[in-house]
């Protein structure tokens, strides 16, 4: 069980959840892939609350340094974790994230060329109505 | 009479750590050492505080800040409690005159800067400062699910953050064998030790944690 005195560890974590440097960030983005509650996030991981507490205000091991393995071991016997599912759990966060990423690039990118096009459509139309204002308003035009 | 830690030491070691970038752990460790105390510290002061998440949220916000920034803390002109001690009671007072401005004149609460002059040791609060007595809430939860004491002993060197060998290996009794065939019992006895963990670990003892 967790104590009374870790409230504000608690706050912590919550605060980190939200910077993705963090193993908070991770687990909460675990929970909200998996969908899982609280309870559901510990059973997946089988450690006490008050060591997936302590995990949540580990820095995030980077699965693109060399150091990868080391670094969730280091992180994995501090908090008693299997490194096994630590590494799976990290992996799977950082992949949603790059297809969330791609997503988004595609999204923005998509955005840009639509865009793009309906300022040269908008352009090509002002051209037109300019160049028929001009043809309308001078009577010599095209007479001679 | 047991010797008291040093809390300027703690602080420094722990610094360094994170600073240097080279452990992850580091965060977890500062957090678990300094929050209690620092909250502590801070109901001491604002003892007449109706909200005390308040000063959760002080402290909380203190150590947030300083792992986003911790080059911003100098060493040589403070200890890291005294630093952090002095932005947590920072963000509490702003936190108040925020409040007494939501709620004046009904029941305005009097907010003075402190000027306490946060000493190394004020009100022995390096006694909560052990380590080993942080790690001990986490034994005492261990022990039932491990009850062989070399295995606890070994369980307890993991949580206290010791990643070299050889402190396993004086314990685990195999100092005289071969480096690479050190490591590979060592890290069997570890995993075999989380896996105890897992395989025993009560679903229903658990609550809410982040």
Partial sequence: MLSDSDGALLRLAGKLRHDRRFMSYALASFQHQEELDIEQLADSLRIPPVLLLRLALCRRPNSESEQFAQQVREVADYTLTDEGQLANLLRQVEAIEKLRELERTTLNSAGESLTGLLAAARDHAEGEDEQSESESSDPDAGTD | ?210
């Fill in chain 2, 1 to 210: 009479m047991a010797s008291r830690p040093d809390l300027k030491l703690i602080g420094a070691t722990l610094h360094a750590r994170l600073v240097a970038g080279s452990s992850l752990t580091v965060t977890s460790e500062i957090a678990e050492v300094f929050t209690p105390i620092l909250c502590k510290s801070l109901y001491r002061e604002f003892f007449n505080i109706g909200d005390l998440n308040m000063i959760d949220t002080a402290v909380t916000d203190a150590l947030v800040g300083y792992f986003a920034h911790p080059e911003r803390y100098e060493p040589t002109r403070s200890s890291l409690f005294t630093y952090l001690r002095l932005r947590a009671g920072s963000n509490l007072l702003n936190l108040l005159s925020s409040e007494q401005r939501h709620h004046a004149p009904k029941d305005s609460v009097e907010v003075e800067a402190p000027d306490t002059v946060y000493e190394e040791g004020a009100d022995n609060l390096e006694e909560a400062l052990i380590k080993r007595e942080l790690n001990e809430r986490v034994m005492g939860q261990l022990r039932t699910i491990l009850p062989n004491e070399l295995d606890q002993e070994l369980a307890s060197l993991m949580i206290d953050g010791v990643r070299e060998t050889q402190y396993y290996a004086e314990k685990l009794g195999i100092l005289n064998l071969p480096e690479e065939e050190k490591a590979q019992i060592v890290k069997r006895n570890k995993d075999r030790i989380k896996r105890a963990l897992q395989r025993k670990y009560k679903r229903e003892d658990r609550g809410h944690v982040v």
